[in-house]
């Protein structure tokens, strides 16, 4: 089971910016596209999964068969952020708008649930 859609990652980064990351190049189709939202979302649950498991207590409840809103956010930008991957250059950088804003949230996130400060509501 996916933990977000391809709309949970468009209300983070707008419907533009998700149709532009997804499109690699002037000749892919919208089944492509489409194709490219579904392996971001899958790299990015099985990531979130990945990290969960090295918590004791929600190992066991993995995958999640309900998923909470915090973890459908983080998915949701962490599979934007990998396709936006592909066609960024050099623009993760320490000061910049909202990509690097979105990657730290993220990241501090998850540090936050690897360190016990933030309890998940998995059932």
Known sequence: MAYC?????????G??????????SSSDDATAIAARKTAAIAFATEKMDEVLRCI????SKLPLST??????????????????????????QKEGGVIQWRK????????????????????
């Open 5 to 13: 859609s391809a709309a949970d990652m468009e209300t983070c980064f």
């Open 15 to 24: 419907p533009p910016n998700i149709l532009a990351w997804a499109t690699l």
């Open 56 to 59: 004791e207590s929600y190992e």
């Open 67 to 92: 998923v909470p809103v915090t973890i459908q956010y983080m998915v949701a930008i962490d599979a934007a952020l990998w396709m936006y991957g592909f066609r960024a250059s050099d623009d993760f």
């Open 104 to 123: 730290e949230e993220y990241d501090q996130w998850v540090t936050e649930v690897r360190e016990g400060k933030r309890k998940l509501d998995i059932k």
